[in-house]
């Protein structure tokens, strides 16, 4: 069925738009968001003849010369046709109708509107009124029943409902839809046609269900894969045989109801919504209407199948993609069809050409041929991007040929998907003339764009930061972002202008307190973020430019994509962009981690970003600890897991929490500690708007384990979120950051709570190798309480196999003594609660000339002493003056004869031994003895190896033996405390060293228990 695309003309203002033919065809008669209805003798009249029907008129009805208009002061109002004289008010609502239309032989008018209700009005006598009501959303459109028995409506409800006109009853209602509030933010108008013989026609999405009056089945559906938005408005031929939808991103179709085939494809010149539709009555042309106000015409349509029984052969579909085929493309150009422009996506840019195969293929769909077996695959289309913004795109048409030919293959393979846009994490469409660009942790930016002004509001959360500002937009600025330090903005290049990047740097100390930079010609920005101390933005030419926060130009480097968007944070940026073409509706983006500071390094290095199935990027950012972190369409929200190698996991999905498939989350902002996930609720929209004054909401974070409603499943999500969460802190004191040390030991002990009940609860249920997987997850200290809890519940096995597993422990716990030996004199083996090395304290920095087997002294700033060891002034202070004035009696002490020594000596060195020392100081003559001219640390080395070649038994023996010659200290150090206050230093050396040395074990074992100091005994 090829037909003619007649130009576009203009028709109403901007605005929504309807068109009808009158009952012989003569006319076409439209009416639009200006008040006025106009009526055409053809495309080609350049004046036609109009009525002014009110301020806006949302929909017509043409029957019988009575012409019905719903318009903007709640009425439905009937007018002569051709005349254009007022024939009275038909019905009024509470608010505007949105839809009118006539029954078959025009007797009654059924109109829907914005207050729920539907109204059925005989025209000749408007008090005879019907009132249907059951709908709890506006009313979207509403369609009478051949036989005028029945009238469909959808509404913003989301169902489709078939009444009974007579009774005023619901017959059935089918929940088809999206919810939205209104019909302003409804995905499609979803215009219900009913066929003049049997079938009731919905738009669902990208499809068309077909109902069957009486038995109400849903006997088949209509589709075309060509199709990716959905369908807003469908139309009847007046035969019944041909049904037009007119779809959301301009495409045309027409289907034949019998082959269930799409006959037609044609697109709108410039991609905007077909808001309007109808069949001329003799079924050659199809009249429609934009959501611009522009009407346009199909002609030549024929209503019978017979001239499109054949098609012209076409290449092997390996030829489809070869770069010398595009003759495949123009065969079938003739001057009356619209010219295939240059076929480049999106705004012509020029990175977006590698979505573009050689022969001409564009974006969303490309060159799709009917399927095979069909009799009517008589056109070979050109689809058009949906994003596109000004391609006039045409449709060319390969005309049909005499003779039928079998078929050669076509491509069935996948198709490519429209690459999404950069965009601004936190921002709202730049369409809109009010609209927040940026939300984050620091503040608001909002534009307003409308017929008064062009500005920008900036706010700050917190106004110690700076004051608001309001800024006068001349130059147009689409981007910005804001931080502790800078609003940073920029704007697209005009033909006289070039892209511009401007700092507004409030926080400098000196007078100037703006820059702005000019980008070179042909080069727009598309993404921007800020850091601390730094600005970065990314362009069109695949490029990204880094600057100062004070405007010096820093490092410049080349993007493998084009940008999608970028995040900063202290030191770290982020960037997404597209690294290939995705297919199948999936997106294929690539991320890169890059850090500045001292050693500037890239973390992640063009990695693929995981995304769910057929969904894109919606936001990306930073956690405020500085973590990665991202959200895609399904409302999944990801986290970079540092200790996993850099991989990304899943830790909340928004959507659980939506009450409605229309309703989303808006992200703002991603905490770790506490954990909560900061995001506004939008009802029947993906975003919010700016007034009035969104509300932010806070979701939790659940890992998405197997059968977390189950005790062991909560536990193991509670688990490794905890572990997750508190990645941060190893990274942050690994960059040089102060870290909240209180914080990390509580979460560590909230771990080694957790682990121990799950260790519980494996051995309730008989799991004893489970038991032992949880345990080789714990501390030294957590695994004490397990042997206890084991032996307690008499799992002898268990027991034993966990204190062999305490010995390792133990074990790994002192090598890390002699590694750290060679860059510390001492040597150490005080458990490390953080990958970052407390500073030593004390004479523990001073250096020595023979190194000695001791352990170090307390640090008065250690990561757990704080809520170990309160000790008191005066002890602290009398331990730092003796450290200082006898250093030579701390060198000079023999480890393997202790003699009754000063107080500073027992205050320093006393401390439980382990069982590896005890067997060193047996069996240090040995070693010295078969190696007579090693040094310290070798000796410890040498005795390290033999040790480990002893037995598990002998091993535990030692180690025993070592706990046993200090197993009353606890209590004597709770009596020592709650006695003695301060507590002198001079008292007498057994006490002394009695206190220090509980103090020390204190320290090496887990604060959380007071069982801590009990170890598993054979016997």
């Known amino acids: 069925m090829p037909c003619e695309r007649k130009p576009m003309r203009y028709g109403h203002s901007e605005g929504h738009t309807e068109v009808c033919f009158d009952d012989q065809g003569k006319f076409i008669v439209t009416c639009g968001n200006d008040g006025d209805v106009r009526i055409w003798e053809g495309l080609d009249d350049d004046d036609p003849k109009f009525i002014t029907v009110g301020e806006k008129a949302y929909s017509l009805a043409l029957k019988n010369g009575k012409l019905v208009t719903a318009s903007s002061n709640n009425t439905v109002q009937i007018h002569t046709f051709p005349d254009g004289d007022p024939d009275g008010i038909l019905t009024r609502f509470t608010t505007n109708a949105t839809h009118v239309t006539f029954n078959s032989s025009g007797s009654k008018v059924g109109a829907g509107s914005s207050d729920f209700m539907i109204k059925v009005v005989e025209v000749s006598d408007s008090s005879q009124q019907k009132t249907l009501r059951g709908h709890e959303a506006p009313v979207l459109s509403v369609t009478f029943d051949p036989k005028d028995d029945f009238l469909a409506s959808s509404s913003c409800d989301g169902s489709v409902v078939v009444w009974n006109i007579e009774e005023q009853t619901q017959v059935i209602s089918w929940p088809l839809l999206q919810k939205t509030n209104d019909v302003s933010n409804a995905k499609s108008l979803c215009r219900l046609a009913w066929q003049p013989k049997t079938f009731l026609a919905v738009p669902v999405d990208t499809k068309v269900h077909l109902y069957e009056r009486g038995s109400w089945d849903h006997v088949s559906s209509l589709s075309d894969d060509l199709l990716t938005q959905p369908i807003n408005v469908l139309a009847w031929s007046q035969c019944g045989q041909f049904l037009a939808a007119g779809s959301v991103g301009g495409s045309l179709t027409v289907w034949d109801v019998n082959s269930k085939l799409c006959v037609e494809r044609q697109k709108h010149e410039k991609g905007f919504t077909v808001c309007?539709?109808?069949?001329?009555?003799?079924?050659?042309?199809?009249?429609?209407?934009?959501?611009?106000?522009?009407?346009?015409?199909?002609?030549?349509?024929?209503?019978?199948?017979?001239?499109?029984?054949?098609?012209?052969?076409?290449?092997?579909?390996?030829?489809?993609?070869?770069?010398?085929?595009?003759?495949?493309?123009?065969?079938?150009?003739?001057?009356?069809?619209?010219?295939?422009?240059?076929?480049?996506?999106?705004?012509?840019?020029?990175?977006?050409?590698?979505?573009?195969?050689?022969?001409?293929?564009?974006?969303?769909?490309?060159?799709?041929?009917?399927?095979?077996?069909?009799?009517?695959?008589?056109?070979?289309?050109?689809?058009?991007d949906k994003f596109g913004d000004d391609d006039d795109t045409g449709s060319a048409v390969v005309p049909a040929a005499a003779p039928l030919v079998p078929l050669r293959p076509v491509y069935e393979g996948p198709l490519p998907t429209p690459p999404q846009k950069a965009f601004q994490p936190g921002s709202t469409p730049a369409h809109l003339t009010h609209r927040f660009m940026m939300w984050n942790s620091?503040?608001?930016?909002?534009?307003?764009?409308?017929?008064?002004?062009?500005?920008?509001?900036?706010?700050?959360?917190?106004?110690?930061?700076?004051?608001?500002?309001?800024?006068?937009?001349?130059?147009?600025h689409t981007m910005a972002d804001i931080s502790q330090e800078a609003v940073l903005l920029a704007c697209p290049s005009t033909d006289e202008l070039a892209s511009k990047l401007q700092c507004l740097h409030f926080s400098s100390w000196d007078t100037n307190k703006e820059w702005m930079v000019d980008l070179p010609k042909d080069e727009d920005a598309r993404a921007l973020c800020l850091g601390q101390g730094w600005a970065a933005v990314a362009t069109s030419t695949l490029i990204l430019r880094l600057f100062s926060i004070g405007g010096v130009q820093r490092e410049i480097f080349s993007l493998p994509g084009p940008v999608v968007c970028m995040a900063g944070h202290g030191e770290q940026l982020l960037v997404v962009y597209h690294r290939a073409t995705g297919f199948d509706g999936e997106q294929a983006l690539g991320v890169q981690l890059l850090q500045f500071g001292q050693r500037k390094r890239q973390l992640i290095n063009g990695e693929p970003l995981p995304l769910s199935h057929k969904s894109y990027l919606s936001w990306l950012g930073f956690t405020a600890e500085g973590t990665p972190c991202y959200v895609d369409s399904d409302g999944v929200v990801r986290m970079l897991n540092r200790s996993l190698g850099n991989t990304w996991t899943p830790v909340c999905n928004t959507r659980e929490t939506c009450k409605s498939k229309s309703d989303h989350y808006w992200v703002v902002g991603v905490h770790e500690n506490p954990q909560q996930l900061r995001c506004i609720p939008c009802k029947g929209s993906r975003y919010p708007p700016t007034l009035p004054r969104p509300a932010v909401a806070i979701l939790p974070f659940k890992l998405p384990l197997c059968q977390t409603t189950t005790e062991k499943g909560q536990m193991e999500e509670q688990f490794w979120r905890s572990v997750l969460f508190h990645n941060h802190y190893s990274f942050l004191s690994s960059s040089g950051y102060e870290i909240d040390e209180e914080g990390q030991s509580r979460s560590q002990k909230e771990q080694q709570e957790l682990l121990m009940k799950m260790f519980a609860?494996?051995?309730?249920?008989?799991?004893?190798?489970?038991?032992?997987?949880?345990?080789?997850?714990?501390?030294?200290?957590?695994?004490?309480?397990?042997?206890?809890?084991?032996?307690?519940?008499?799992?002898?096995?268990?027991?034993?196999?966990?204190?062999?597993?305490?010995?390792?422990?133990?074990?790994?716990?002192?090598?890390?003594?002699?590694?750290?030996?060679?860059?510390?004199?001492?040597?150490?083996?005080?458990?490390?609660?953080?990958?970052?090395?407390?500073?030593?304290?004390?004479?523990?920095?001073?250096?020595?000339?023979?190194?000695?087997?001791?352990?170090?002294?307390?640090?008065?700033?250690?990561?757990?002493?704080?809520?170990?060891?309160?000790?008191?002034?005066?002890?602290?202070?009398?331990?730092?003056?003796?450290?200082?004035?006898?250093?030579?009696?701390?060198?000079?002490?023999?480890?393997?004869?202790?003699?009754?020594?000063?107080?500073?000596?027992?205050?320093?060195?006393?401390?439980?031994?382990?069982?590896?020392?005890?067997?060193?100081?047996?069996?240090?003559?040995?070693?010295?003895?078969?190696?007579?001219?090693?040094?310290?640390?070798?000796?410890?080395?040498?005795?390290?190896?033999?040790?480990?070649?002893?037995s598990a038994e002998e091993r535990l023996s030692w180690t025993e033996r070592a706990k046993g010659q200090t197993g009353d200290a606890a209590d004597l150090k709770k009596r020592k405390r709650t006695d003695g206050g301060g507590g002198d230093v001079e008292n007498e050396n057994g006490q002394a060293e009695t206190d220090e040395n509980s103090a020390k074990k204190k320290k090496s074992l887990d604060a959380s228990s007071k069982l801590s100091a009990f170890a598993f005994n054979k016997s």
């Open 442 to 476: 620091v503040g608001i930016v909002r534009g307003y764009n409308d017929e008064q002004d062009n500005a920008i509001d900036v706010e700050f959360h917190d106004t110690a930061v700076h004051h608001a500002m309001h800024l006068t937009n001349s130059l147009g």
């Open 276 to 384: 309007g539709l109808a069949w001329h009555p003799s079924g050659s042309q199809i009249a429609y209407t934009d959501t611009e106000g522009c009407l346009g015409l199909l002609d030549g349509l024929s209503t019978s199948t017979s001239d499109a029984s054949t098609t012209k052969p076409v290449k092997d579909y390996d030829d489809l993609f070869d770069d010398d085929d595009d003759g495949l493309m123009d065969e079938g150009l003739s001057d009356n069809n619209s010219p295939v422009k240059k076929p480049v996506a999106g705004d012509d840019d020029d990175d977006d050409d590698f979505l573009m195969p050689a022969t001409g293929r564009v974006r969303n769909r490309g060159a799709i041929l009917d399927d095979e077996n069909s009799l009517d695959t008589g056109s070979l289309k050109l689809g058009q």
């Open 761 to 950: 609860l494996s051995c309730k249920l008989d799991r004893e190798f489970r038991s032992m997987e949880l345990a080789e997850m714990m501390t030294h200290n957590a695994v004490t309480l397990a042997i206890r809890y084991a032996s307690r519940s008499r799992r002898m096995a268990l027991a034993q196999r966990l204190s062999e597993l305490a010995l390792e422990k133990a074990n790994q716990i002192q090598e890390e003594g002699p590694g750290e030996q060679e860059e510390e004199p001492q040597y150490c083996s005080i458990r490390r609660t953080s990958g970052k090395s407390a500073p030593l304290g004390g004479s523990a920095g001073k250096p020595n000339k023979s190194p000695v087997l001791k352990p170090l002294a307390p640090r008065p700033k250690s990561k757990t002493q704080s809520t170990l060891l309160q000790m008191t002034g005066t002890k602290a202070a009398n331990r730092k003056t003796q450290e200082d004035t006898d250093p030579v009696a701390v060198q000079q002490k023999q480890p393997e004869v202790p003699p009754p020594a000063s107080p500073a000596d027992n205050t320093e060195n006393k401390r439980p031994k382990t069982g590896f020392q005890l067997w060193l100081e047996e069996n240090r003559k040995n070693i010295t003895a078969d190696h007579p001219d090693l040094e310290e640390t070798d000796v410890i080395k040498e005795a390290m190896g033999r040790f480990r070649t002893l």
